[in-house]
């Protein structure tokens, strides 16, 4: 490689995944250990991509017995779909891997299976990896037309001029067809200002739960048993025609709805200038299960919060947070439950009782 050639960070990705399957298979290698020092020295992008995969390996570990059942079905199926992911017996051209490789064919017949491992495992190795670590993550944002990552917000305009606000760590898919318009909230939160068209009704789906428009201004947030909506202009009808009894609910301005995984829907009133406050930066709980409120601070954190106990997790919380410092929102809501918040790492938050 030329001295000032900047590898390919993809290329380099895989790379690192052939590198670590190779290395676990026969640490001893002394040919393989020198030929992947070369190549982690020969650029900082060689090495970035080899600290990622350390660290996905290490998640993976404990990631992959809780996944499995999500991301081995995908990966079958991206198998079975002409050129995602080569077959066992399709060439990796020997440019396309690393140095040691090539010391394979040294090495006698033994080395022969690993060969053919690896020819599927450049790609395969890496999708089997990525999916176990992120999970259901990944498969949502394949799936997702607009996602965020991590204290990321993003505005998007749809084909129709309606606008939509994406909170952190969020994902919707659009479908448009000419009598309706689709939206699926995968994750996250979003805000609506939906382009007024009467022949052509607007919905906004979560799990169960179908929220339908003509005109309007709403808030949607996808919880882990329940689902938010929250109205700043106009009428939206809510409904959830899949638990019995169903649940119908109509909101105007200022108005909200959170409805639970069984169908139990609790009806609130607030001022219309909190409805979808994350997008000045504030977080607002009213009488909100601990628990839930930590939930949307995760969104702004890029590392694990972990709340010790049950318990605590159901304590209410009331009060108003600045979601662009979570670690001290995290304490101001700690303190008003008399809990403690312990920085572990810089990555991982443990709250827990006093």
């Not at 017949?109 to 089997?128: D, E, M, S, T």
């Not at 999916?131 to 305009?157: C, F, H, K, W």
């Not at 329940?226 to 108005?255: F, H, K, M, N």
Request: charged share 20%; with cysteine; glycine share 6%.
């Amino acid at each position: 490689m030329a001295e000032n050639e900047i590898p390919d960070k993809k290329q380099a990705s895989r790379q690192a995944t052939e590198w670590m399957i190779l290395l676990k298979d026969d640490p001893d290698d002394a040919a393989v250990n020198t030929a992947f020092e070369v190549w982690l020295s020969t650029h900082p992008v060689n090495k970035a991509a080899w600290q990622d995969m350390q660290r996905a390996s290490e998640a993976m570990d404990q990631a992959v017995p809780v996944y499995a059942d999500k991301w081995q079905p995908m990966l079958a199926d991206m198998r079975r779909e002409k050129g995602k992911i080569p077959s066992v017996s399709t060439p990796v051209s020997q440019n396309a891997r690393p140095e040691a490789l090539r010391f394979a064919s040294h090495h006698g017949a033994r080395r022969i299976r690993r060969r053919q491992v690896l020819a599927f495992g450049a790609v395969a190795a890496a999708a089997c990896l990525m999916l176990a670590v992120v999970g259901p993550d990944l498969l949502q944002n394949l799936r997702s037309d607009y996602a965020t990552g991590t204290a990321e917000t993003r505005t998007v305009r749809l084909a129709d001029d309606s606008m939509v606000t994406l909170a952190p760590e969020s994902a919707i898919s659009v479908t448009y067809t000419p009598g309706d318009r689709q939206i699926q909230l995968l994750a996250g939160e979003a805000y609506f200002d939906v382009s007024p068209n009467p022949g052509r009704p607007f919905q906004v789906g979560v799990e169960a739960v179908t929220v339908t428009v003509l005109g309007t201004a709403f808030d949607v947030r996808r919880g882990v048993n329940e689902t938010d909506i929250a109205v700043s202009q106009g009428v939206v009808r809510v409904d959830a025609g899949a638990v019995d009894p169903p649940v119908t609910e109509t909101l105007t301005v200022g108005q909200a709805v959170r409805v639970n995984a069984s169908g139990h829907a609790r009806r609130s009133d607030g001022p219309v200038q909190q409805v979808a406050a994350w997008r000045q930066n504030q977080l607002i709980a009213r009488d909100e299960p601990l628990g839930i409120v930590v939930d949307q601070l995760r969104r702004y954190y890029t590392g694990k919060i972990i709340v010790t106990d049950d318990a605590l997790a159901a304590q209410s919380v009331t009060g108003v947070y600045n979601l662009a410092d979570p670690v001290e929102a995290l304490r101001g809501i700690a303190r008003a439950q008399n809990a403690v918040v312990r920085r572990i790492t810089p990555w991982l938050i443990v709250v827990s009782r006093s």
